[in-house]
C-alpha cells in the first residue's frame, strides 16, 4: 500500500476482472502432488494445518454501528435533513481536523474499530463511512476501482492497485464518489459496483495478506478461507493462498491455487507472472517461458505499461520509440493527459515543433476535462474548501 490505495506487493495479491471460464482451456498440473489434489481442497486441508483441524477465520460485522458512532452522528449530521447535505456534512466531519482526525497505517479494521482508533487503511475508511452513510439511510455500497498497475522497468516485478471506495447514490440518479486515497484516485478509473459479500471478501483478503507478511502462516489461511466463504471466485484470494504455500514449500499446492485464479479469469496477470516463478523454481523451462510468454504480451497490450516503456525510451533520447509506444497507449486510453503531455515532449525533442504544439494542446483538454470530473469526488471538494479557510 505505498501509495495509500488497497495495494499489495507481488506477493500479495491482484485486481482480478472476473471472466467466465467456460472457454478457458484448463491448464493440467505439472509439479508432482497428490493426484486428486484440486483447488478447491486447499479450503478444507491443507499441510499448512498440520494436525490441527482445518481453520477459517470467524465472521465478523464489519459495519456494525457503535454507540460512538451513533452520537457522531447525532452531533455532526442529523443536523440536517436534505441527503444532499447530510453527505456533505458527513464527509466533513469525518475529514476535517480537530476532534476527528483520521490516521493512515496499513492495517485493515472494521467500521467500527476504524472510528475508536482512527486510524486504518483505504479499506477501514470505506468500511467506517459506508457505516455511517447507510444509517443515516443513504444508498452506499462498495465499488471497485481499477488503478493503473506499476511495472518495474527491470520486467522482474510490478506492483498492481486493488482499491475500493464508496459510490453514493442519491436521489434522481445523482451518484457521489467518496474516495480517501487522494494522491492515485482519478475519477478517469474504471470502476463498478460490487456486492457486500466481496467488500467482505476484500476485507478478509486484506488482513490475510497482513498475516502472511508477518509470517503467521496459519492465520493467514483462516482468513483467506474466510474471504472465499464470502465470495468463492475472488481471484485475489486464490492467488494469496498460492503464494502462501509456495513461501511455505509446499509447491504442488500452490500451483494448484493459482491455476484455479487463471481458470476464473484467463487474462490474470498476477496469477501468471507467480507460475513463471514458481515453474522456474520447480526446473518447469518450457511451461515458465510459456507464461513468462504470456506475461510479455499481456503488459504490451496494456496502455500504461507502453506508457512506461515510453517514458524510459525518452529519457534514453530514443524519441521515436517513445513516440510509437505512446500512439498505442493513446489509442488504448484516450483520458490520459499524461499520455499527451509526453507525445509533445518527444515530438518537440525530436525537432518537429508543429506536432509538439498539438499534442500539448491536447493535452491541455484533457487535463481540463479530467480536472471537471473532478468536482464528483467529495474528498477533493472538501480539501479545496478546507484551503479557502
Not at 12 to 34: D, Y
Not at 97 to 106: A, E, H, K, N
Not at 293 to 322: C, I, W
Amino acid at each position: 500500500m505505498e501509495s495509500r490505495s488497497t495495494m499489495f506487493r507481488i506477493a500479495l495479491a491482484a485486481m482480478c476482472l472476473l471472466l467466465s471460464a467456460c472457454a478457458v482451456r484448463v491448464e493440467r498440473p505439472a509439479i508432482a502432488g497428490p493426484e486428486t489434489l484440486v483447488a478447491e481442497d486447499l479450503l478444507t486441508g491443507s499441510p499448512i494445518d498440520g494436525a490441527a483441524p482445518p481453520t477459517v477465520a470467524a465472521a465478523v460485522d464489519i459495519l456494525a454501528l457503535s454507540p460512538a458512532m451513533d452520537r457522531f452522528l447525532d452531533e455532526n449530521v442529523r443536523v440536517v435533513e436534505n441527503q444532499n447535505e447530510q453527505l456533505r456534512h458527513l464527509a466533513w466531519a469525518i475529514m476535517r481536523s480537530g476532534d476527528f482526525t483520521l490516521v493512515y497505517d496499513d492495517s485493515t479494521r472494521t467500521a467500527a474499530d476504524t472510528f475508536a482508533m482512527r486510524r486504518g487503511n483505504c479499506m477501514s475508511f470505506t468500511n467506517l463511512f459506508i457505516a455511517l452513510a447507510r444509517e443515516l439511510g443513504l444508498d452506499a455500497r462498495y465499488q471497485e476501482v481499477e488503478v493503473p498497475p506499476n511495472w518495474s522497468m527491470s520486467g522482474e516485478s510490478f506492483l498492481y492497485s486493488q482499491h475500493v471506495n464508496v459510490l453514493i447514490d442519491l436521489n434522481h440518479g445523482r451518484t457521489r464518489i467518496v474516495d480517501f486515497n487522494l494522491y492515485d484516485f482519478d475519477t478517469a478509473y474504471p470502476m463498478w459496483i460490487v456486492s457486500d459479500a466481496r467488500g467482505r471478501a476484500h476485507f478478509y483478503n486484506n488482513i490475510g495478506a497482513e498475516k502472511m507478511l508477518a509470517d503467521e502462516p496459519a492465520a493467514a489461511l483462516a482468513y483467506f478461507r474466510r474471504a472465499l466463504r464470502e465470495d468463492p471466485e475472488f481471484g485475489p484470494s486464490w492467488i494469496n493462498l498460492g503464494l502462501l504455500h509456495r513461501r511455505a514449500g509446499f509447491t504442488a499446492h500452490a500451483e494448484v491455487a493459482l491455476l484455479h485464479a487463471l481458470e476464473l479469469d484467463h487474462d490474470n496477470l498476477m496469477a501468471m507472472s507467480n507460475l513463471v516463478s514458481l515453474y522456474e523454481e520447480a526446473g518447469e523451462t518450457e511451461r515458465a517461458a510459456a507464461f513468462a510468454a504470456k506475461v510479455h504480451s499481456h503488459r504490451m497490450k496494456n496502455p500504461y505499461y507502453r506508457y512506461q516503456l515510453a517514458d524510459q525510451a525518452f529519457a534514453e533520447g530514443d524519441y521515436e520509440t517513445a513516440i510509437h509506444n505512446l500512439a498505442y497507449a493513446i489509442r488504448r486510453r484516450r483520458n490520459e493527459d499524461a499520455f499527451y503531455y509526453l507525445m509533445s515532449l518527444s515530438y518537440l525533442m525530436s525537432g518537429r515543433r508543429d506536432e509538439a504544439t498539438q499534442w500539448m494542446k491536447k493535452a491541455e483538454e484533457v487535463a481540463a476535462m479530467n480536472s471537471d470530473r473532478q468536482r464528483y469526488s467529495y474528498k477533493l471538494d472538501l480539501l479545496q474548501e478546507m484551503n479557502r479557510h
